[in-house]
């Protein structure tokens, strides 16, 4: 999260503590982080539609989690001549209005920086009367949560119980004074 205060506070009163989640925007931060590696998560979603007329949805600029899944589109399709992109903010309606727009651009599959985003593009499918349940991924979102199934488009499932394991072996390192300070950790 950009200028997140709980990690200078904790820092000032010398609480041992592990973020889930980098600090965005602090390049010079020292203390202790696990985050989920999204954009690789993104590049590999998205170089499997490449062939599929793909485009992202993913969310405005302004934030460091969009900043990375956005980067792992540009990795995959920088070199493809794709340049289809929408940016809506979170939520089901704006994924299915940028799904629309993508669609009347001639995008036909799309990779979503979240499942919220994901469900807006596959209703927009939906709308023009196709079926996501075809077994081709068309919309594939982020966090595999419940719509993804219900509405039955691809989610990426991130890595959550590997990345407390390694915040509880970083906390534990903290607190016995055996990690140097800037060393991260990111799945």
């Known amino acids: 999260m950009l200028d997140d205060p709980p990690p200078g506070v904790l820092l ?12 965005w925007g602090q390049p010079d931060a020292t203390h202790a982080w696990v985050d989920i590696n999204g954009a ?3 590049a590999a979603a ?8 793909l485009a992202p949805v ?13 980067s792992g589109w540009w990795d995959a399709v920088g070199a493809e001549g794709v ?6 903010e979170e939520g089901i309606a704006e994924g299915r209005d940028a799904m629309a727009a993508l ?17 807006g593009a596959a209703l927009a499918l939906q709308d023009r009367g196709e ?14 949560t419940p719509p993804a199934r219900f509405l039955r488009f691809t989610s990426v499932e991130q890595p959550i ?18 990690r140097r300070r800037g060393r991260h950790r990111s799945s």
């Open 103 to 119: 669609l009347e651009r001639g995008a036909r599959s799309v990779v979503c920086a979240s499942d919220s985003l994901a469900s």
């Open 131 to 144: 079926d996501l349940g075809t077994g081709v991924a068309r919309v594939v979102g982020f966090d595999n």
């Open 161 to 178: 119980e590997e990345a407390a394991h390694h915040c509880v072996a970083l906390l534990l390192a903290e607190v016995g004074g055996r």
């Open 58 to 70: 993913g969310w405005p600029d302004g934030s460091g989690l969009g900043a990375d899944r956005r």
């Open 83 to 88: 340049h289809l992109e929408e940016a809506a």
């Open 46 to 53: 998205t170089r499997a539609l490449i062939e599929a007329g």
């Open 40 to 42: 690789s998560a993104t």
């Open 12 to 23: 000032a009163a010398g609480v041992p503590f592990v973020a889930f989640g980098r600090p």
